[in-house]
């Protein structure tokens, strides 16, 4: 018999291969990271000799999800929000923050991730509204992705200088000696510590953290804000533009990296308006990942499609409100890859990705009144394969094939909920949570075991998150906090 390093069994295993096969009572054998075979129960346990067994019983055994997009930071301001305003994210992040407080942060969202079973996620420390005015921030969130095992994608890169989230002169405060030193900084400045973080983290940790290039807007906004008043870009506007984009492109080139931005409805058609189509094609790309897309144009989606980039749509946020509702099925019909992700913690919506699946599909549904234009199992793809393949990994993750990193999870079917004799891909579509994952495996290592992580304290890292947390609102000051929560209850404040 060949010895492995694990043999994981469940009575159904969710391939999403390409031929999206569904096995009964089958396994996934696991050797040096990789996975070696995937198969009926009663073969895998005739060829190999595994040094452990994991699950087994009433499990679906399915590849680890994937969160195309989130942004750091919000996991410890989550609930701190005004109907109106909005939350303090840019002042509380840039002035009353230290590198502790974005290491916390970062842990607490890896836990998070990793208790929901997502086993690679991006984290967007730089642009806006978090900080990239030094690379310390995100070697925090790279630092503690790290230790916990879960994948990263950090996103980093310089505000826009259209629209900044950011008062001018844009400027950050850092912790030193215990006192706050307020520092000015230029795009110029977060453009270089955003392509040091390149250089320090992209590849590193064994190949589980990555680094992207996350302009917040590569081809401008041309949006209104409903919370924060802007100048929408000109033709005289153009020029500028264009430069930035190139000199991201060059980089992205450079470096082998993806570049993760936003677009709504307009930034593509200016483009390609003030750019030229050539020029369009030449800036977009498989490696290039749009969040949101609310309200796209006929011709936007086509310019995407063809050019093969990947759409990471989220299904919670108040651009649904605003711009209209990313149009998925016509991405997919044009040719781009899409995906269904979180945006964050906060301020509506958790790192429990599993949550957004039946929200995107009602989404979708309520607006074309028809339930065939989005079924589950694609909505399934969007958060493994489909994902993985968006973030540029589908040749190492989001499926279970041989030959693949063995990065998997196991969902417990024994849960009140989770009790049917329905088709069980569909059941988890509609009704499993994060809470239904009791393990999870990452390149070969098992992080959660019988839904306790097997690497990190939880109790430790929630100590240390509340105290900074409490420490930064603080900072912020009581008066600036009690106008957010003062809107809980009076629809006049």
Known sequence: ?????LLVLGSFVLTMDAQDRVLEDGGVAVRAGEIVAVGPRVELEGRYRPAETLCGGRRVLMPGLVDTYAHAGHGMIRGLFHPDHGWPAGELYWHATSERWWYAEALLAATERLRCGVTTGVSVVGATPARCDSPVFAEQGARAYAETGVRVVLGVGPPDPLFSHLEEPWSGSFLEGGHWVRRNFSYRDALQSSLETVRNWHGAAGGLVGVALAPPYLFGRHVEHRRHPQRLPT???APDMLARAEELREHADHYGIQLHTHMFRGSVSFALKHFGAGVVSELLGPDVVIAHANGLLEPEVTTLGAAGCAVATVAYTHENLWYGL????ELIEAGATVTISSDGAAPYTSLDLWRELPRALWNQWLVRGNERI????????????EAARALGLGDRIGSLEVGKRADLIAVDLDRPHLVSG???PRLLVHYATGQDVDTVIVDGRVLLRDGRPTRIDPAEIVSLAHEEATLALERLGADEVGCYTQAFWNTRV
């Open 422 to 424: 329905a088709f069980t």
């Open 326 to 329: 990313a149009p998925i099925p």
């Open 1 to 5: 018999m060949e010895e492995v390093d």
């Open 374 to 385: 989005l079924p589950p199992g694609v909505a399934l793809r969007m958060i493994t394969v």
């Open 235 to 237: 033709a005289e506007d």
